[in-house]
C-alpha cells in the first residue's frame, strides 16, 4: 500500500501520473527542440520531444532520458568518469542518505544516479533548492526526476517548520523503505573548493527523529561520497561572485542560476571521480552521543561527514598546478609537467576573458587558483 504523501505535498516529487501529465503539456516547447539539437545533432529537433511524449512512468523518464543525456554529457565535455567504494552501497541493508560535497548545480547527484543506475540499485531522490525552479517547464523536469523541493527565500519565521517537513521526508523516505535520497553538504555550492557540512543541515536530520541522538541517526544510514572534477564547473562564475562579494552584497542576476546550469553541462570538465564512502558507524555515533551538548554532537557528526569527504576527494594534476602557482614553489612538481602546467594557465587566462575586464585580475587570479588547491589544503589539515 502506497504512502500517504499528502502532508508533503508542496515539496514531494511528482508521481508517474503527474510526471506523465506535466512532461507531455511541456513536450512540444521549444527550447526542448533547442535541447535536442544540442545533445542529439544526429536526429531531427522534434527528436527529444517524441522520446519525452512516449514516457510512461518516472522509471521511464530517468532511464531513456535522464541517463542517456548524462552519457551524452560526458562523452562531450568530460574526459574519464570513474568511481569507487560502490561496495559500501551493495553490502549495505536498506536505504541511505547520500551526503556529498557539492561543486555543480544539477550535475553532482545525476552523476550519483547515473552510478546506481549502472549498477542496477534504485534511483534515490534528490534534495534541490526551490530557488532553481525558475519556470514550470524547469520544475517539470527537475520534479519529474525524484526532485525533493527544499524550500528557499522564505520568512525566518518560516524556515523551522519547512526544515521539520523536509526531515521529516527524507526520513520516512528512508525508514519506510520508499527510497534513499541525495542530500548536499551544505546550502549551494562550494565557491572556494573548501567543501564542509554545514551544522545546521545535521541539526535540521534530527528534528524529525523521535527516538534518541543514536537511534535517529542510525535509521537514517549516513554514507558521505566525494565529487572530484578535473576542471572545476563554472569555476570563473565562482571566482567572479567571491570577488566582487569582497566588497558588497552579492545580488544574482536574472536567469544567472539557469545560465550556471548550462555552463556546468557545457564546459569541460575532464576527469570526474567520484569516491562513496564508508557509512557513519553506530560505534562513530555513539561517540557523538557522549557530548553532553547538543551542538556540540552536531559538531561532531559534521566533522565525521567532512573527514569522509575530504578523504575521498581525488586530486588532479590541475589542484597540484594550481597549488604551486599560488604558493610561488614547485612542491606538487612530480605530479605535472611544464606544458600541463602552461596548457592549465592558458586556460586559466582564457576564463578570465569571460568576465568584466575591471575585475582586479591578481585578485581574481588568487581566488581563481584558490579552488583547485584548496582540496590540497584540507587534505593537509586532516592528515596533518
Sequence with gaps: MASDLSEFEEIRPYNDEEAVEKLNKYAGHPILSKVSQYFYPEEGPSYLCEKIRNIKNVDDFQAFIVIDILERIIRKSAGKFSYSGLEHILDNNGKFLAMSNHRDIVLDPAFIQLILFKNGIPFS??????????????????????????????????????????????????????????????????????????????????????KDFQQNFEELNIIPMSISYEYEPCDILKARELLISKTQKYIKAPGEDTNSILSGIQKYKGNIHISIGTPITPNEISAAALCNVANDRYRWMRHLIDNRIIIGYHLWKTNYIAYDLLDGKDRFVKFYTEAEKAAFEAYMQKQFELVEPELDREALREIFLGIYANPIVSKEKLFG
Design 125 to 210: 531522490e534528490i534534495a534541490v533548492g526551490s530557488n532553481l525552479l525558475q519556470n514550470e517547464l524547469i520544475e517539470t523536469l527537475i520534479r519529474s526526476n525524484r526532485m525533493i523541493k527544499v524550500l528557499r527565500g522564505i520568512p525566518v519565521r518560516e524556515q523551522y517548520l519547512t526544515s521539520q517537513l523536509l526531515s521529516k521526508y527524507i526520513r520516512e523516505s528512508i525508514t519506510t523503505g520508499r527510497s534513499s535520497v541525495w542530500i548536499a553538504q551544505r546550502q549551494g555550492r562550494s565557491k572556494n573548493g573548501i567543501d564542509e557540512t554545514e551544522q545546521g543541515l545535521i541539526k535540521m536530520l534530527d528534528m524529525s527523529g523521535t
